[in-house]
């Protein structure tokens, strides 16, 4: 027998942080030692859909990801839950009129349309898909700060990914993680030529996970405690307002020295975690060497918990930007995706050693043309079939 099937879908976007969030001081609650900023990226290139389902006739809560039934088991999606169907329940104690959701069983069915767990930030996506699509279910009226909150306990990165923009994560003081929690720096109008070109050096699973690498640094590295205390407030403050100023100079060259200091405590803990490998530092050298022969910040690296790199630059420099990316890696997937590409020559500027270029060919897989973004949005495109299973 089959009842009604309630359901809400919704699309969320991936944010790579421009200052990293690296250290927790709360593992349960994922409440970290620093605040961090990020760009949310554009979801016509990179996107979580989920579809949250309820029914009173639906045995367990279940989760699907990309086809494959997954476990709801863990500590993070439990935390994420329960305070959702917390929030649910209060607003049926005060509306009896309301069906009693919060008393079903969930069913979850998730895409992401790109590899997950390959340090291009799915465990973003994936969880701001999931805390959105199940409070549109749930009809909450939380504000997207508040459900930022619930975000965080799935993956500390994700409470970004409920905003478009860039975005930054207040670390807050209190124990019980109320105050920590996503803001919005400026929207994706506000600053919306900001450009993002990733390159995809490895698709595969990391092996040491973010939450494993990030709790290493902490117990051991004696670096860690001065990034976290004294460098990172000096630096959020500077990143925000080179943000709100578009002041592209200052927000590349902080986000680069803040890429290469997360990889240096990475370095600094014991055993040492290493996420680069030598291609990431061939891109890193020939990106220092590309501003310089052009006596500004024409393209900034960061690179995550992974090998990739992404490149932040602006729409004006595209064309200076992607000639000396097709100089280097003409034949990758990715260029396609775009048309306005075909008209870009590849340019090697004077100064850049061809064997660079050419060493780089090697490492690189995939190019992701991309730039900043809008946060999640509701979407009517659906993943649930008529029986609550994946369609
Ligand atoms: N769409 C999704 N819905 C729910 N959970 C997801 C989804 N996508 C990813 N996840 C969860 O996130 C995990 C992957 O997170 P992980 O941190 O290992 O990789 P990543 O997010 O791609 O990389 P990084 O955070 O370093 O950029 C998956 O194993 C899954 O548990
Ligand atoms: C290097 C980073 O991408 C680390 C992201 O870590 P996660 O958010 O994936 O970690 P957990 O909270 O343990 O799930 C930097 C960042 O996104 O700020």
Redesign the pocket.
Same mark, same amino acid.
């Given at each position: 027998m089959t009842g009604k099937i309630y359901s809400a879908s919704t699309t969320a976007p991936v944010n790579i942080a421009t200052l990293k969030y690296w250290g927790k001081r709360d593992t349960k609650l994922n409440l970290p030692t620093n605040s961090s900023i990020s760009v949310t990226l554009s979801q016509d290139d990179l996107r979580?859909l989920?579809t949250a389902s309820a029914a009173d006739f639906f045995q367990s809560d279940k989760?699907w990801?990309d086809g494959k039934e997954?476990s709801l088991e863990?500590p993070r999606l439990v935390a994420c839950l329960s305070e959702l169907r917390a929030l649910r329940k209060a607003l049926e104690d005060a509306n009896p009129e309301f069906p009693p959701l919060s008393k079903y069983h969930l069913h979850?069915i998730?895409?992401?349309n790109f590899?997950?767990?390959?340090?291009?930030? &799915?465990?973003?996506?994936?969880?701001a898909?999931?805390v959105r699509a199940i409070a549109n279910l749930y009809d909450l009226h939380q504000s997207p700060e508040d459900l930022s909150r619930i975000a965080r306990q799935?993956?500390g990165?994700a409470c970004r990914s409920m905003f478009g923009g860039y975005v930054a994560w207040e670390m807050g003081q209190e124990a019980d993680g109320s105050d920590s929690r996503a803001v919005q720096i400026a929207t994706q109008e506000a600053w919306p030529d900001m450009k993002a070109a990733i390159l995809v050096i490895s698709a595969s699973?990391?092996e040491t996970? &973010?939450?494993l690498g990030m709790q290493t640094t902490v117990n051991t590295s004696t670096l860690f405690k001065y990034r976290a205390e004294v460098v990172v407030p000096q630096r959020f403050k500077e990143m925000s307002k080179a943000i709100v100023n578009k002041d592209f100079e200052t927000f590349g060259k902080l986000t680069m020295i803040d890429s290469n200091q997360f990889h240096a405590v990475c370095l600094d803990s014991s055993p040492p975690v290493f996420y680069m490998n030598d291609t990431s530092r061939l891109v890193i050298g020939l990106i220092e060497k590309f501003n310089k022969i052009h006596d500004r910040v024409v393209a900034a690296y960061t690179f995550?918990?992974?090998p990739n790199a992404v490149l932040y630059y602006l729409e004006r420099d595209e064309p200076i930007v992607l000639g000396l990316l097709k100089a280097a890696v003409p034949e990758v997937d990715g260029w396609d995706k775009k048309s306005y590409t075909a008209s870009i020559a590849p340019t090697v500027p004077e100064g850049v050693d061809k064997r660079i270029l050419e060493a780089l060919r090697e490492g690189v897989s995939k190019i992701i043309l991309t730039g900043v973004g809008s946060g999640p949005q509701s979407t009517e495109e659906t993943l649930v079939d008529s029986n609550g299973l994946p369609k």
């Amino acid at each position: 027998m089959t009842g009604k099937i309630y359901s809400a879908s919704t699309t969320a976007p991936v944010n790579i942080a421009t200052l990293k969030y690296w250290g927790k001081r709360d593992t349960k609650l994922n409440l970290p030692t620093n605040s961090s900023i990020s760009v949310t990226l554009s979801q016509d290139d990179l996107r979580t859909l989920t579809t949250a389902s309820a029914a009173d006739f639906f045995q367990s809560d279940k989760l699907w990801l990309d086809g494959k039934e997954e476990s709801l088991e863990g500590p993070r999606l439990v935390a994420c839950l329960s305070e959702l169907r917390a929030l649910r329940k209060a607003l049926e104690d005060a509306n009896p009129e309301f069906p009693p959701l919060s008393k079903y069983h969930l069913h979850i069915i998730s895409e992401n349309n790109f590899p997950t767990a390959a340090g291009l930030a &799915s465990s973003a996506a994936g969880f701001a898909a999931l805390v959105r699509a199940i409070a549109n279910l749930y009809d909450l009226h939380q504000s997207p700060e508040d459900l930022s909150r619930i975000a965080r306990q799935g993956s500390g990165s994700a409470c970004r990914s409920m905003f478009g923009g860039y975005v930054a994560w207040e670390m807050g003081q209190e124990a019980d993680g109320s105050d920590s929690r996503a803001v919005q720096i400026a929207t994706q109008e506000a600053w919306p030529d900001m450009k993002a070109a990733i390159l995809v050096i490895s698709a595969s699973k990391k092996e040491t996970s &973010s939450t494993l690498g990030m709790q290493t640094t902490v117990n051991t590295s004696t670096l860690f405690k001065y990034r976290a205390e004294v460098v990172v407030p000096q630096r959020f403050k500077e990143m925000s307002k080179a943000i709100v100023n578009k002041d592209f100079e200052t927000f590349g060259k902080l986000t680069m020295i803040d890429s290469n200091q997360f990889h240096a405590v990475c370095l600094d803990s014991s055993p040492p975690v290493f996420y680069m490998n030598d291609t990431s530092r061939l891109v890193i050298g020939l990106i220092e060497k590309f501003n310089k022969i052009h006596d500004r910040v024409v393209a900034a690296y960061t690179f995550d918990a992974g090998p990739n790199a992404v490149l932040y630059y602006l729409e004006r420099d595209e064309p200076i930007v992607l000639g000396l990316l097709k100089a280097a890696v003409p034949e990758v997937d990715g260029w396609d995706k775009k048309s306005y590409t075909a008209s870009i020559a590849p340019t090697v500027p004077e100064g850049v050693d061809k064997r660079i270029l050419e060493a780089l060919r090697e490492g690189v897989s995939k190019i992701i043309l991309t730039g900043v973004g809008s946060g999640p949005q509701s979407t009517e495109e659906t993943l649930v079939d008529s029986n609550g299973l994946p369609k």
